[in-house]
């Protein structure tokens, strides 16, 4: 971050007031204005190029998104290529436990906030097919780590299709009746930056419950990469951080101000544990993802997203290759 400690400490909570009803304004501009002249409909062609996760030629970018891509088609000055490039062979030294974690710890741990978590709720594609957004959300965390995927282009079109798909839902959302601004604005920044914390620090705090050993400069690196994949997903940044210790002052401030109960954080973790075993095809290893779960997450967050104990599972963790259990997942590739 920009701004030393107790800056940070001193006006993080105004701060995250006002990220609450923030959402990525050159998108939400673009949008508004479509809606305004051509109606909903006018989204729909976005909605198509967005989703084909698939496709990263330049020359099919949208004509209203290409000036706001042109922006974002380069890194920023604050990216550090030494420090991504040790990020990216953190990421593979273990992509196996990154691949559990991301669906086991990172994932719940979002569900916590609830407010945020309407938008996963109100998303038709979570509910209807949970295993299709693990297995989406997976390609992408492993494709921006693939420095390939950089140096050709890709990831520049690749994390600009889910900031445009984000804005989309944003849109839809914020002007459905069913939404209720007291929970803010749909994909806010704050909700956004809770979810790049998850993916990178929460990540690292589970590798560290699993008992995996790593330095504070392999820590920095990997929190790096995930700033740079943070920019480029819309996130402000004053909400990107540089080190462990402000990954965990920030994610305690949106924990405290959003994790609570609630019936939809209830639901969407019960699709995701339906949606682990399903895929699991060795019997044995099926409550595995959900006995991780719950000892990443704690007994409090675990019985307030009502993830059942698995207490025999609990302790077969520790011996279960965690290459094996992906692998037989299917849904994040190792």
Not at 137 to 152: A, C, I, L, Q, Y
Not at 244 to 256: C, F, P, S, T, Y
Request: hydrophobic fraction near 40%; proline fraction near 4%; include cysteine.
């Amino acid at each position: 971050m920009e701004i030393i400690k107790s800056e940070l400490e001193e006006n993080l909570s105004d701060l995250l007031i006002q990220c609450r009803m923030e959402g990525d304004e050159a998108l939400d501009d673009i949008f508004s204005e479509l809606i305004a002249v051509s109606g909903p409909e006018a989204l729909k062609d976005f909605m198509k190029w967005a989703g084909n996760t698939r496709e990263f030629e330049l020359n099919n970018i949208p004509e209203n998104l290409r000036l706001l891509f042109q922006d974002y088609s380069f890194l920023p000055d604050f990216a550090n290529g030494e420090q991504m490039e040790a990020g990216f062979i953190f990421f593979k030294k273990y992509v196996a436990p990154i691949a559990m974690l991301l669906g086991c710890y990172s994932l719940p741990y979002c569900y916590m906030g609830a407010d945020g978590a309407q938008v996963l709720y109100f998303s038709e594609k979570i509910h209807q097919n949970t295993t299709k957004r693990l297995n989406d959300t997976g390609d992408f965390v492993r494709e921006m780590h693939n420095p390939e995927k950089w140096k050709n282009g890709e990831n520049f079109v690749r994390a600009f299709k889910v900031r445009v798909m984000h804005g989309l839902i944003r849109t839809y959302l914020k002007n459905s009746p069913k939404w209720d601004m007291s929970w803010g604005l749909p994909l806010n920044q704050e909700d956004k930056a809770g979810t790049n914390l998850a993916f990178s620090y929460i990540v690292l705090e589970g590798l560290k419950k699993l008992g995996f050993k790593y330095t504070e400069k392999e820590a920095e690196a990997y929190l790096h990469t995930w700033k740079v994949i943070g920019y480029f997903m819309g996130v402000k940044n004053k909400l990107l951080v540089d080190t462990m210790e402000q990954a965990k002052m920030l994610d305690g401030r949106i924990v405290a101000r959003n994790f609570r109960e609630s019936e939809t954080g209830k639901y969407l973790a019960k699709a995701l544990i339906d949606s682990s075993r399903s895929v699991i095809k060795i019997p044995f290893l099926k409550d595995i993802p959900t006995a991780i779960m719950r000892e990443m997450l704690g007994e409090d967050y675990s019985e307030k997203l009502c993830i059942p104990d698995m207490p025999i599972q609990r302790k077969l963790i520790k011996y279960i290759p965690f290459k094996l259990l992906v692998r037989n997942s299917k849904v994040i590739k190792a």
